[in-house]
Every structure is written in C-alpha cells, then in structure tokens.
C-alpha cells in the first residue's frame, strides 16, 4: 500500500513518474494484467521509498535532539537538588 500519489511531497518530487504511471493505466486494464505498467509502478514505489527514507531520516533526528533536550533538563533538575 503506497501513500496518496497526489500529495504535494509527492508531486513536487515524483510528479514525472507518477504522471507516467497513470498514463499506462489509462491504457486500459489489459495493458496491466499484461505487465507492460510494471516498470513504470516499481519507478514509482523507489520514489516513494526515497521519500519515505528521508522522512525516516528527519524524524530520527528530532527524536534524537528531543531525547538530548529531556536529557539535559532531568540533568540540570538532578544538580539543582
């Protein structure tokens, strides 16, 4: 299951390989059932997957500066005791 395809994080950055995606299904469903869109939706799900990775990326560092934050408070309120 892939996230919306029209979200603007995704057409700014996989507008051209969604764009070619749906232009293959448009072709109809026998275009499908036949593999000729396979290329075309693996291009897709790798865009996505890079997205994806980089969201991972940024929130593992926030986590790990908000962790440090709670860290140094519960350290100062320890010192002040």
């Known amino acids: 299951m892939h996230p ?3 979200t603007p994080e995704v057409q700014q ?3 051209e390989v969604v764009a070619a995606l ?5 072709r109809g469903f026998l275009w499908k059932v036949t593999g000729n ?5 693996h291009q897709v799900n790798m865009c996505l997957r890079g997205l994806r990775l980089e969201r991972t990326r940024q929130n593992r560092e926030a986590a790990k500066e908000k962790r440090e934050r709670i860290k140094k ?5 320890d010192d002040n005791k």
Do not use: G, R
């Open 73 to 77: 408070v519960w350290q100062e309120l």
């Open 4 to 6: 919306h395809l029209h």
């Open 13 to 15: 950055s996989c507008a």
């Open 22 to 26: 749906e232009e293959c299904h448009a």
């Open 37 to 41: 869109c396979t290329e075309a939706k």
